[in-house]
C-alpha cells in the first residue's frame, strides 16, 4: 500500500550572466588616510577626502587612470605605510573583500628580484582564491640633473633582463603620471580587453603630454629613446611625426622569449576566459550529467564554450564591422578527456584576432596609356 506523492523540485541550469571585473584596477600605494583599507573610488569620487590633500604619487597615478579609463571607471585603492615591508600583506587583505583584474604598484621598483615577487603573489592569488590577475609596475624616471638618456636606460635596464614573469609590465616614470594613465587605457570601456594599447583610433592620451622630458644636458626625450626602452621590455608612450597627440606602445609583459604572453592583450583575453570557465566547473563538481558518453560530451562542449561564444560577438553596422573578443570557436576548439571515472580534463583553445602594428604601404605610378 502506498500513499500518492507530489514533489516540485526547483532546477538550476546555471544559464544567467557570469560577473564581469575587467577592467576594475587596485591600485597600492604609499599613504596616511586610510592605511590598510581597501577604499572604492569612481568618476564622481572626491580623492582629496579618500586619499588626503596631499599630491601623493598613488594619487596622481589614480587621477590619471580616472581620466583616460573615461566613462564608467570605477577602481579600488589600498594605502600601504611608507615602509613597504607589508605591502603584499596588505594586498593579500585586499584580495579578501574585493576582486581586480589587475593590481597597479604605484611605488616605484629597483630591482629584478621585486618584479619577481609580484609575479609570485600573482601565482600565489590564483592558488589561493582562483582569481588570475597581472601586475603594472613601476621603475623611476630619469634625473634631469644628474643623468644623460644614455645613462638612464643603462641604469633602468637591468631591473627587466633575463626575468620571466608573464603577469608583469613595467612603465618608467617618464611623466609623472604615465603609470596610472596606462592603467587607464586598460580601463577603457570604449575597446575590449583584446585591444592593445597601442590603439590610435581610440584617441591620444589623456592630461599633459606635450611638455617632454630632458636629460642633464637639455637633450629632449625621442622616439629613439622610447625603441631602446621598449626593447628591453619597459611599457612606454609614443608619438607620430605630423600625427597630432600622444599614444602608447605595446603593453609589454615579461614574458619569455617565444612566450604567448609577451603583450598584455594576449594575457587579458585568456585570462578572461578563465574566469568566465571556472564558475562553470564548480557548477558541474559531482553533476553525473558530465559524463563519459557521447551525448554527454556533446551536450558540456556546448556548456563549456559559452563564455568563449560570449566574447566571439561581432557587431556589423552600415558594412563596418567590430569583431569580438576572440574568433568564433570551432567544434576542434574544446576537447573533454576523462582520465578515469572521476577525473576529468578539458582544453579549450582562444585564438585573438591579427593585430596591425607594423604597417608598410607601397605606392607605384601607372603610367600606361589609354
Same mark, same amino acid.
Given at each position: 500500500?502506498? =500513499?500518492? @506523492? ?6 538550476? =541550469? ?5 560577473? +564581469?571585473? +575587467? ?5 597600492? /600605494? ?8 581597501? &577604499? ?5 569620487? %572626491?580623492?582629496?577626502?579618500?586619499? *588626503?590633500?596631499?599630491? @601623493?604619487? =598613488? ?49 616605484? $621598483? ?18 589561493? !582564491?582562483?582569481?588570475? &590577475? ?8 630619469? %634625473? ?26 613595467? $612603465? ?30 581610440? *584617441?591620444?592620451?589623456?592630461? +599633459? ?7 642633464? %644636458? ?26 597630432? *597627440? ?14 604567448? !604572453?609577451?603583450?598584455? +592583450? ?15 566547473? $564548480? ?9 563519459? @558518453? ?13 563564455? =568563449? ?9 552600415? /558594412?563596418?564591422?567590430?569583431? *569580438? ?11 573533454? $578527456?576523462?582520465?578515469?571515472?572521476? @577525473? ?21 605610378? %601607372?603610367?600606361?596609356?589609354?
Amino acid at each position: 500500500m502506498s =500513499l500518492g @506523492t507530489v514533489q516540485i523540485n526547483r532546477l538550476n =541550469l546555471i544559464q544567467g550572466a557570469l560577473p +564581469e571585473i +575587467e577592467r576594475h584596477f587596485l591600485f597600492v /600605494g604609499e599613504g596616511t588616510e586610510n592605511v590598510g583599507s581597501v &577604499v572604492a573610488v569612481g568618476v564622481k569620487t %572626491d580623492l582629496d577626502d579618500v586619499l *588626503g590633500e596631499a599630491d @601623493t604619487v =598613488l594619487k596622481t597615478q589614480v587621477e590619471a587612470a580616472r581620466l583616460n579609463a573615461g566613462q564608467n571607471f570605477s577602481a579600488s585603492v589600498i594605502e600601504v605605510d611608507a615602509t613597504g615591508e607589508a605591502t603584499m600583506d596588505y594586498i593579500d587583505a585586499a584580495m579578501e573583500i574585493t576582486s581586480c583584474e589587475a593590481i597597479v604598484m604605484v611605488e616605484p $621598483v629597483s630591482s629584478a628580484a621585486e618584479l619577481e615577487s609580484m609575479h609570485a603573489e600573482a601565482v600565489s592569488i590564483l592558488s589561493k !582564491y582562483m582569481r588570475p &590577475v597581472f601586475f603594472i609596475a613601476s621603475v623611476r624616471g630619469i %634625473d634631469a640633473v644628474t643623468e644623460t638618456w644614455a645613462a638612464y636606460i643603462a641604469a633602468i635596464t637591468p631591473i627587466t633582463t633575463d626575468v620571466a614573469a608573464d603577469r608583469v609590465c613595467v $612603465v618608467p616614470y617618464l611623466w609623472d603620471h604615465a603609470l596610472g594613465a596606462f592603467a587607464g587605457r586598460l580601463c577603457n570601456r570604449a575597446v575590449t580587453v583584446a585591444d592593445t594599447p597601442m590603439r590610435v583610433a581610440t *584617441g591620444s592620451m589623456v592630461g +599633459e603630454w606635450s611638455d617632454r622630458p630632458s636629460d642633464m %644636458d637639455g637633450n629632449g626625450l625621442t622616439m629613439a629613446h622610447l625603441k631602446q626602452l621598449d626593447t628591453v621590455r619597459f611599457s612606454v608612450p609614443q608619438w607620430y611625426l605630423d600625427y597630432p *597627440g600622444t599614444y602608447w606602445g605595446d603593453g609589454n609583459m615579461l614574458d619569455i622569449p617565444g612566450g604567448d !604572453y609577451q603583450v598584455v +592583450e594576449n594575457l587579458r583575453v585568456v585570462q578572461k576566459a578563465m574566469r568566465r570557465v571556472y564558475p562553470l566547473a $564548480v557548477a558541474r563538481i559531482g553533476d553525473r550529467r558530465l559524463n563519459s @558518453t557521447p551525448a554527454s560530451i556533446a551536450e558540456n562542449k556546448s556548456y563549456f564554450m559559452r563564455p =568563449l561564444r560570449a566574447m566571439d560577438k561581432s557587431v556589423t553596422i552600415l /558594412g563596418l564591422t567590430f569583431p *569580438g573578443e576572440i574568433h568564433p570557436p570551432t567544434d576542434e576548439a574544446i576537447e573533454i $578527456v576523462w582520465l578515469d571515472k572521476t @577525473t576529468v580534463e578539458i582544453y579549450l583553445m582562444v585564438r585573438p584576432y591579427n593585430c596591425p602594428k607594423d604597417i608598410t604601404v607601397n605606392l607605384a605610378l %601607372d603610367l600606361s596609356t589609354e
